[in-house]
């Protein structure tokens, strides 16, 4: 059993994890772990920050470096064990004498040398060595002889004493030497037997025990876990492998099925088409052979027949061939030009196929998020749902495990659908029919998500109203133009106040504003630096740039602009503004030159202007003419449309345009308040408002896709959902 002993020792202790060998001056690091002193020397020369090769955690080495580190004894003291062990097997010499290589040997934990008998003899006799601890032969393979192997250990400062003592004031281990003199007692010292400390010491690490052991259970525990999942997951992905194979595989066959099933319709159908057609062609061979055979008849008694054979047969003849031509003939033959007709298109095809089966994991309901976007009466509104798994990872589910419904403020059912957009990703559509306080519960699994039922505020168009009439902070006078600047907030120029007012297009706070200079501001918009421009018009008219804190930078007053109105900003800082008395809009520079006039001579008032830029087209309202009218920006006039009117499509005095991703185009009216949405061909395609501020002029489009309306007469911002 000793002998085992000795050999796990050797595996488990004795190696150092760097060099793989024995250890050499064993330095223990603060995480416990051992490793030679040239060997840790070597790593921290490498490692900045020095970790624990072992477990890597962070090691800061005291001011002598390695060296400075404490010794593991312990660790000696085994390889002390590990040597002994292996000289006391036979064949072995002596260390002192180099003879008796079979005899019994004892070993000498002062000198750390083993001993023939002749020479423990003498060694226990000499006066330098009497008081050395011996071990003999029989007590080196008893199984506790590990104990006595402990060196002893000699005061640094003096080299002939052991270390008998400990100060508990300055924790140290002190030899008798030094109580005399650096650790006298005292009350700066208090050197205690190490015996007594020990016992104490070896007390208070036995107490560790009772915190390690549950911790130990319950890590030992979690890796059996762990385990225990990692061959559940083999598993689980073997089965859910087969079922995702034998499902694509039935629609393979469905697919394969319905190949065969037209193919064989096309067979059919051909069998059918040509039988019809030969039919059709041996009858009309047959009126052909009797009409040619007529005709052949006829033919060799006109050049061959003598007039007695003409009148003898002339009246068979005619009477055969008159029978023949009045015989109606259908000689039209129906056949089948074959085309495969797809029914679904492959797009729409390859975006079910996108859902089409799943791998579904453990989603926990407590870990799932949900996102409820702003809610509009008679639009269809959308709530995001997040499956997570409960280490907050995405995960898929089943479409079935994902519950949703909603009620309306009256406790009504509104029909919620529940529809995965991608990996772990669901969207809840609704369309509420009333304002109001809707309730919206979402589950997964049959538990409720975190928050769920939701509180869901149903608004009315408009969902918004930022201001009233005044001079005062968030209060508007005479709003004539709409821009949203770079962080998505409305910016408003308004006439009566002649200043700039910035509001958050959330909550319709005000957040800034300042004055302009001109006598009638009136257009607005926002280049790609986040730099406001107005245009004013009347004394002092001008296009102005001011910085985002409303710091005036540039004034440009060309000699072509008379009028400007409304302008827009193109993302390469040029500039297009609608001149009222031009007649035209104005292409300029970044710097406020002109490049070109647009629409010369096709106006009547240009008052407010909005390019497309992905298709390059230019709308301009035209107050007068009550229509809107294209052109590109070379000035090449593309169509128009609208006139004068209040049906749909038609305009009385339309004022703000702008347009939004998909190419519509936006147009407010001035004279009755409507909003009205019209395709990138301007075909008339929805209605908004008419505006509850009436007199709609500016229009601007949010980040989030609501159409923000300047009412001038109502001195208020409305921002409406269209979409």
């Known amino acids: 059993m000793a002998s085992n002993m000795a050999d796990d020792f050797d595996d488990q202790f004795l190696t150092c994890a760097i060099c793989m060998l024995n250890f050499r001056d064993p330095k223990i690091l603060p995480c416990l772990h051992s490793f030679c002193r040239e060997c840790l020397q070597e790593w921290a020369a490498k490692q900045q920050p020095l970790e624990c ?14 060296d400075g580190l404490r010794t593991n004894f312990y660790v000696n003291n085994l390889l002390d064990f590990a040597a002994a062990k292996k000289g006391a097997e036979p064949g072995v010499p002596c260390q002192v004498c180099g003879g008796n290589v079979e005899g019994s040997k004892s070993w000498c934990a002062d000198c750390a040398i083993l001993l023939c008998e002749a020479c423990t003899s003498v060694h ?12 003999t032969e029989e007590t080196l393979k008893a199984e506790e002889a590990i104990s006595k192997f402990n060196r002893k250990r000699h005061c640094d400062k003096h080299k002939k004493y052991e270390l008998e003592f400990y100060c508990e004031s300055c924790k140290a281990l002190v030899c008798t030497a030094c109580t005399v003199v650096d650790h006298r007692p005292g009350k700066d010292h208090n050197p205690v037997e190490i015996a007594t400390v020990a016992q104490k010491r070896k007390a208070e690490l036995q107490g560790l025990f009772q915190d390690i052991d549950p911790r130990l259970g319950e890590i030992q525990n979690a890796v059996k876990e762990v385990d225990r999942k990692i061959s559940m997951l083999m598993s689980s992905k073997e089965e859910a492998t087969d079922q995702a194979k034998a499902y694509f595989r039935k629609l393979a066959d469905l697919l394969q099925k319905r190949e065969q099933e037209v193919l064989s319709q096309l067979d059919e159908q051909c069998r059918a088409d040509g039988k019809a057609l030969q039919a059709k062609k041996e009858a009309i061979e047959f009126e052909l052979a009797g009409l040619t055979s007529s005709q052949t008849f006829c033919q060799q008694a006109l050049e061959h027949g003598s007039d007695v054979h003409v009148l003898e047969v002339g009246n068979q003849i005619q009477t055969r061939v008159e029978t023949l031509l009045r015989k109606r003939l259908d000689l039209e033959s129906d056949w089948s030009e074959f085309q495969f007709v797809e029914n679904t298109v492959i797009a729409d095809v ?43 990872r995405l995960r898929v589910t089943n479409s079935k495990a994902v519950e949703a419904s909603m009620k309306d403020p009256s406790g009504t059912d509104v029909r919620a659908q529940v529809q995965m957009k991608s990996e772990g990703l669901w969207e809840i559509s609704y369309t509420p029919e009333v304002t109001g306080n809707h309730r919206l ?4 699994n049959s538990q409720q998500v975190p928050g769920s039922p939701f509180d869901v505020d149903v608004k009315g168009n408009p969902v918004l109203t930022i201001g009233h009439k005044g001079s005062g902070v968030g209060e508007l006078n005479g709003p004539i133009g709409v821009a949203v600047d770079k962080d998505g907030n409305i910016a408003v120029v308004e006439w009566g106040n002649k200043r700039v007012q910035v509001f958050d297009a959330n909550t319709g706070q005000s957040l800034r504003r300042f004055p302009v200079d001109g006598e009638k501001p009136f257009g607005i918009d926002v280049d790609s630096q986040g730099r406001f421009l107005v ?16 710091k005036l930078l540039n004034t440009f007053q060309p000699d072509c602009m008379r ?48 390019v497309d830029e992905v298709r390059d087209v230019v709308f301009v309202t035209d107050k007068s003419a009550h229509k809107v009218v294209a052109f590109d920006l070379d000035g090449n006039r593309k169509f128009d449309f609208g006139r004068q009117g209040d049906k749909d499509g038609e305009f009385q005095e339309p004022r ?12 407010g009216n001035a004279g009755d308040g409507r909003v009205q949405v019209f395709a990138p061909d301007g075909t008339f395609k929805q209605r908004v408002g008419p505006v509850k501020g009436g007199h709609a002029t500016g229009v601007a489009l949010t980040p989030d896709g609501y159409i923000a309306v300047a009412c001038l007469k109502g001195h208020c911002v409305e921002l409406y959902r269209y979409m």
Do not use: W
């Open 563 to 610: 009028s400007p109105h409304g302008l827009t900003v193109l993302k390469d800082g040029r500039m297009v503004v609608a001149d009222v008395r031009q007649q035209s809009c104005l292409l300029l520079q970044p710097d406020g030159s002109l490049i070109r006039e647009i629409g010369k001579g096709q106006l009547q008032d240009a008052v407010y202007v909005s």
């Open 53 to 66: 090769p072992t477990c890597r955690e962070p090691v800061r080495l005291p001011d002598q470096g390695v």
């Open 350 to 392: 390859e975006k079910e196929v996108d859902n089409f089966g799943g791998v579904r994991t453990n989603v926990d309901a407590s870990k799932c998020k949900v996102s409820v976007k702003p809610a509009v009466q008679g639009f269809p509104c959308v709530a995001e749902l997040t499956t997570m798994s409960q280490e907050g």
């Open 441 to 444: 519960e979402v589950k997964v």
């Open 124 to 135: 226990r006799n000499l006066p330098c060595s009497k008081d050395h601890e011996v071990t």
């Open 535 to 550: 245009t004013s018009r009347g004394e002092n008219l001008g296009l102005r740039r001011y910085s985002k804190d409303g």
């Open 656 to 667: 703000g345009v702008t347009t939004d991703p998909a190419g519509n185009i936006i147009v």
